[in-house]
Nanobody
């Protein structure tokens, strides 16, 4: 089992920045591909970003490319999502996800473990 705990959400004005963090426990962190997803009210959960076990491969949704950066610190068992130039449409609950895989999944169904989510609200 893997436990994931997100932090860093909050309220920010459009154009501002936030940094989300996810702390993992319960399994060797370096064996896990990690991802971030988000879900806005009335919408399906959508892929935001993912990073490979080593951190050498990253993937992003087109909607956040160039604005968000995913990174991981394996010795500290954490993955982060730096979000810049935030827009009101980025408002959602953001979830951290993990999967024991050499691949870098981009769909929610491929992930085995999920955090409880953290709210990000961007005001216009």
């Amino acid at each position: 089992q893997v436990q994931l705990v997100e932090s860093g959400g909050g309220l920010v004005q459009a154009g501002g920045s936030l940094r989300l963090s996810c702390a993992a426990s319960g399994r060797t962190f370096g064996s896990l591909a990690m991802g971030w997803f988000r879900q806005a009210p009335g919408k399906e959960r959508e892929f935001v970003a993912a990073v490979s076990r080593s951190g050498g491969v990253t993937k992003y949704a087109d909607s956040v490319k160039g604005r968000f950066t995913i990174s991981r610190d394996n010795p500290k068992n954490t993955v982060s999502l730096q979000m810049n130039s935030l827009k009101p449409e980025d408002t959602a609950v953001y979830y951290c996800a993990a999967r024991g895989s050499i691949m870098v999944p981009t769909t929610a169904g491929e992930y085995e473990y999920w955090g409880q989510g953290t709210q990000v609200t961007v005001s216009s």
